[in-house]
């Protein structure tokens, strides 16, 4: 059995930057490889670190072969609201970067991929109280459309082809640590943010919200 050595995709995001060090801590420093599209920042160099384009299909085969990783952790996204102003390439980076860690599961034998879904795969038909499993999914958003569709994937590629392929639906996500990233309840941390920086900040939420 291989020793366990993880590649975690995004990692400079609000999940990615927390999970890293949660993962050093369960795997240790040196079988946790982050990446991201930017330079390494804060914590993240203080351990193994590869600068990455998740587009880069070949790239990504190449480091699991150097780095002989067993797991990946797909974060690497555009979210809600940054995914509106562009929806094609929305569609694009979502999609195709999942496809491509699926692909990479199958052909190089990984032992499991992570990659969170979230509660944008619902709409507003979706019952609201205890929301079951398999229910009524009418996204209204592309990236909420990416997470449905790529449930589904992932579903298929475990299904087909055997790859043990995990995922949560998260709510919201707030951390304090990076900067916001684009998701619809990213206003919560940049109002911190904004006064800090700028002393005021314009929600654009109603009052009675």
Known sequence: MKKTKILLIGSGGQLGSELTQGLWKIYGQQNVIASDIKDAQGILKEGPYEKFDVMQRDRLFELIKKHEITQIYHLAALLSATG???????????????LFVLEAAYELKLHKVYWPSSIAAFGPTTPKQNTPQHTIMDPTTVYG????????????????????VRSLRYPGLIGYKTLPGGGTTDYAVDIYFKALKEKKYECFLAADT
């Open 84 to 98: 509106e102003k562009d929806p094609r390439w929305a569609w694009k980076l979502n999609m195709e970067s999942l």
């Open 145 to 164: 459309i990416t997470k449905l569709a790529g449930e589904l994937w992932c579903e298929y590629y475990f299904r087909r082809y055997g790859v043990d």
